[in-house]
């Protein structure tokens, strides 16, 4: 398969989902959840990736991460998901695709639409119904955030507390903590579909920028309002599919298996 060019904007936030082949529950197990961050931390180290957020559930994972002048991100998810999924093939003398074929990724733009973000990231396993609360999730960001992880720790926090506009780590984790509580407060932790199955979040101006940095591929895509936020939308026919729209922007072909490693 013909390689696409690769569009980019440095220093871009992206929120990255990952579903299970056929939305298998192949990550139900916390061994292998387990391995995903285990994995998830490899890749920090060895790509200097700037992970911001992160959920792995038993299906799918979320990841929030901002991109660098290297362009580590297709590289990093491809070291983790591949050795995720080559280690639980391994253990369980599987065969087949571990993952979806390829990920999905959403630009988000800095400030209160990535707050919302990053809130959303976590409260997934309360919308799912397993937990009542995010502190109830192992396999999360949201206890590094709150300061509870001394070791192997993952986020970036200082650049989390910059994007996110608040004054360093500890006001990060009080203003976090906060966001969190409202959404539960007013039980409004639903699913918001723009955070998964959009190319872009933000300002009009934000989006229109992403619009453009992808070139032809950004001809056709909807700019629309939902609520306080503007969107770069995919064709409706993509749209109806979870997680699973055709995104260029930082993958660098249509296709991404999990058959080579770094």
């Given amino acids: 398969m013909a390689r696409a060019n690769r569009h980019r904007i ?28 285990a994995w998830l931390l490899e890749a920090r180290k060895r790509f200097s990736l700037q992970i911001l957020n992160y959920t792995v559930t038993s299906n799918h994972v979320h990841l929030l991460v901002k991109d660098n002048a290297e362009a580590t991100i297709p590289s990093a998810i491809q070291l983790v998901a591949g050795r995720t999924g080559q280690e639980y093939n391994q253990r369980k003398r599987r065969k087949g695709a571990f993952w979806e074929d390829r990920y999905h990724a959403t630009a988000i733009e800095s400030g209160e639409h990535l707050r919302r973000c990053l809130v959303y990231i976590d409260l997934n396993m309360v919308r799912a119904g397993v937990v009542n609360h995010p502190a109830d999730w192992a396999f999360g960001g949201y206890h590094e955030i709150q300061g509870n992880r001394r070791r192997n720790r993952l986020l970036a926090l200082d650049t989390l507390a910059e994007v ?99």
């Fill in 164 to 262: 996110t506009e608040t004054d360093g780590p500890e006001a990060l984790a009080r203003a976090h903590r906060d966001w969190i509580e409202e959404i539960l407060r007013v039980e409004d932790s639903q699913r918001e579909e723009l955070w998964t199955k959009s190319l872009a979040v933000g300002s009009e101006q934000f989006v229109q920028k992403v619009q453009e940095n992808l070139g032809v591929r950004g001809i056709g895509r909807g700019i629309v309002a939902t609520g306080d936020a503007y969107v770069l939308r995919e064709s409706s026919e993509i749209y109806e599919v979870n997680f699973d729209p055709e995104n260029r922007a930082i993958i660098p072909i249509n296709s991404l298996f999990w058959d080579g490693f770094p």
């Fill in 10 to 37: 440095p220093g871009c936030i992206w929120h990255i989902t990952h579903r299970c082949h056929k939305q298998e529950f192949l990550l139900k197990f916390a061994h292998d959840r387990s391995r995903f961050v």
